[in-house]
């Protein structure tokens, strides 16, 4: 069965960010995976981790700086996810590192974080990540620095930890980093694994921004193939760039590959996007305001009218009806779908 990593548009916009730090025009980067500028504000939507591989890469190469991993991975938590400020709101370290081991495939369908304890050691171990060294190297870095600074949150502003091991080859760059400074670190392992001292696990919670934290309804980990491809065209739609060949490329298959496997499913591709078309077009119709020639258009439709004939063909009536019965306005249409 075909399986499709995901995980949350955030994390490229922290990359994005750190490498605009160093020149690099961030559109463009975004642009070079095919995505629009739009992106960045929809930070819970999910793409493809080889399309999040290649934004990296292309980053590295515009930027030159090998430790863009790190520099986004340190950016401050409280302006994170409400995930995060919820990791950063547990009493002890022990139930934060537990909240972070439960919930990470939430963010990130490829995390595979355990917290294992021995009596004399505890390691925060993060799963093995698919994707080439350089990729791997930035992912496991960003893991690395956002985890350092979730633990300095009980063990102190300077702790580090005394090993560390990585799964990507050695690097000049990451080793004489300041965020491994005095690290005892073993590179080419099978996953990134962080070594913590078990006292440490008891201690408060301290030095945490008073943040309100609203208990956000997460969204359900993506694990089957055509849920998950939902969630790319999602957000290729959201982005402009939800067609065929774009979808295929953005996971990574072939385009031939992409139809065979959803016919196994016994669906094409366009019966997938119009779907998701008209799920994004509900949710949309339920807020007041955006005008249907809007969202037609942000649908990637030429004209209204081909909107409104599709809409009313997989829901049994038109936008503007269907407006009307979300505001309450009449109740005599069966909406379908």
């Known amino acids: ?114 917290l294992r304890q021995d009596g004399k050691h505890a390691w925060l171990k993060c799963g093995s990540i698919a994707a080439t060294d350089e990729a791997v190297r930035q992912i496991e870095t960003y893991r690395y620095a956002a985890l350092v600074a979730v633990i300095r949150c009980a063990a102190g502003p300077d702790w580090l930890p005394a090993h560390a091991n990585f799964q990507s080859t050695a690097s000049e760059h990451v080793a004489h980093s300041a965020l491994l400074s005095g690290v005892a670190v073993e590179f080419g392992q099978t996953e990134l694994s962080i070594e913590i001292a078990p006292t440490l696990l008891g201690r408060a919670m301290s030095d945490v921004p008073d943040v309100p934290v609203r208990r956000s309804k997460y969204s359900q980990q993506p694990i089957e193939f055509v849920e998950s491809l939902r969630e790319v065209i999602r957000t290729g739609l959201l982005a402009g760039t939800a067609n065929l060949d774009t979808t295929a490329r ?30 994004l077009a509900k949710s949309w119709l339920e807020k007041d305001g955006k005008p249907i020639a809007e969202i037609a258009c942000d649908l990637g439709y030429t004209y209204s009218t081909h909107f409104t004939r599709a809409f009313r063909r997989m829901s049994g009536i038109s936008p503007s009806e269907f407006r009307d019965v979300i505001r309450g306005d009449v109740g005599e249409y069966h909406v379908s779908g």
């Open 250 to 279: 953005t996971i990574s298959l072939s385009r031939r590959t992409l139809q065979r496997t959803l016919s196994e499913y016994g669906l094409t591709y366009s019966q997938l996007l119009e779907e998701v078309k008209l799920e």
């Open 1 to 114: 069965m075909v399986h499709v990593p995901l995980l949350k548009v955030r994390y490229a916009i922290a990359f994005i960010h750190a490498a605009e730090a160093h020149g690099a025009n961030g559109n463009k980067l975004l642009a070079g995976v095919g995505l629009r500028a739009n992106v960045l504000e929809m930070p819970e939507a999910w793409m493809s981790y080889s399309q999040f591989a290649y934004l990296i890469e292309a980053a590295i190469a515009k930027t030159g700086c090998h430790t863009l991993g790190l520099e986004a991975g340190i950016a401050p938590r409280s302006s994170h996810s409400e995930f995060s400020k919820l990791t950063l709101r547990a009493p002890m370290l022990y139930q934060s590192l537990n909240r972070i081991c439960a919930n990470s495939s939430r963010e990130d369908t490829s995390a595979r974080f355990r």
